[in-house]
């Protein structure tokens, strides 16, 4: 066969199209947020940052650029001392260069939706270690502070608390980064920017081990004619259910 009849290699396909089929259309985008307690309607946001991930030509994926912000307690909020103990925040400090809720959601979420842009996804997932904390925190303040164009599915999530336990036995920050190898400073913790860090570089690390068993699962996806649905299937799937949740009444006070 000559070299014009032979089969050409496969082109590897772009770094977006890779994101928008590896977690199914969403973005993993890492959430870590400080407070001023465990009450995500009463106390007070007080740190917030999201590290995006980004993807290599061969799949890989990686820790991408941070965006972090000090927030401004909202009027009325509730400051722990115990909490502000372990997190050795101010929120009162005069040099804290900290902003109102609604100007750090809406910095947050322009990346976001830039991010989510590039990646060819239809929406973001927030990741988190334990992450029903940071989206129950995420979710309250939207909801206060009256932000349109959340980029964030309302409910679903990806915890590191659970990946890690699957994948390393160890459920701690701390204990899973330190037998995966990665770098962990017990005196940079409590810190939204360096915790959201660390754990994107876990939740990369894990994902990167599983990518074979991906690999294969794609491969049965395409086999059952998945991978051929149009996007709108797909982007419908968690419509009934987010718009029950999105139209539930307030609870009584």
């Known amino acids: 066969m000559s ?86 925040i101010d929120p009162h400090h005069p040099l804290r260069p900290a902003i109102p809720e609604r100007d750090a959601l809406q910095r947050i979420f322009r990346e976001v939706r830039h991010a989510v842009r590039a990646g060819g996804c239809r929406r973001a997932i927030l990741v988190g270690h334990n992450a029903a904390f940071d989206l129950a925190f995420l979710n309250a303040a939207v909801a206060r502070a009256g932000v349109k164009r959340n980029p964030f599915h309302p409910f679903s999530c990806f915890d590191t608390a659970t990946l890690a336990g699957a994948a390393l036995g160890q459920t701690v920050l701390a204990k899973a980064l330190t037998v995966a190898g990665l770098e962990w400073d017990a005196g940079s913790a409590h810190n939204a920017r360096y915790d959201a860090e660390r754990s994107a570089e876990l939740f990369c690390l894990v994902c990167n081990r599983l990518r074979d068993s991906f690999e294969r699962s794609r491969e049965r996806a395409a086999a059952l004619g998945w991978l051929n649905a149009p996007a709108d299937d797909a982007a419908g799937e968690d419509a009934p259910l987010e718009e029950a949740i999105t139209a539930r009444p307030p609870p009584r006070s």
């Open 3 to 88: 070299e014009a009849g032979a089969s050409a290699p496969r082109a590897a396909p772009p770094a977006a199209a890779l994101m928008a089929c590896r977690f199914r259309g969403y973005l993993p985008v890492v959430i870590d947020v400080e407070s001023g307690g465990f009450q995500a309607a009463t106390d007070a946001l007080l740190e917030i940052a999201a590290v995006l991930i980004d993807i290599d030509a061969d799949g890989t994926l990686r820790r991408g650029a941070t965006h972090h912000h000090h927030v401004q307690p909202f009027a009325g909020a509730r400051l722990d001392p115990a909490s502000l103990s372990v997190t050795g």
